[in-house]
């Protein structure tokens, strides 16, 4: 059986330099042989969200990557 992975965007509140901030969370999940989604790593950058998400995507083809 082969395993599904996928990038879930979620949004976190930070609160901080005098105001409120919302910044996504990029969670990469795993299905789980009883057809639930199990978080393996949350990848969140304040400064850089789109690092963040680069970051995600990455361990998203790590997988992929055929062994040699």
């Known amino acids: 059986m082969r395993k599904k992975y996928r990038i879930?965007?979620?949004?976190?509140y930070v609160a901080g330099m005098g105001g409120h901030l919302t910044t996504p969370v990029y969670i990469?999940?795993?299905r789980s042989w009883w057809s639930v989604w199990v978080?393996?790593?949350e990848f969140v950058d304040v400064w850089d969200p789109d690092f963040a998400?680069?970051?995600a995507e990455e361990l998203l083809?790590?997988?992929n990557e055929k062994k040699s």
């Open 39 to 41: 978080n393996i790593k």
């Open 53 to 55: 998400r680069r970051e």
């Open 28 to 30: 990469v999940q795993v």
């Open 61 to 63: 083809d790590k997988p």
């Open 8 to 12: 879930k965007t979620s949004d976190e």
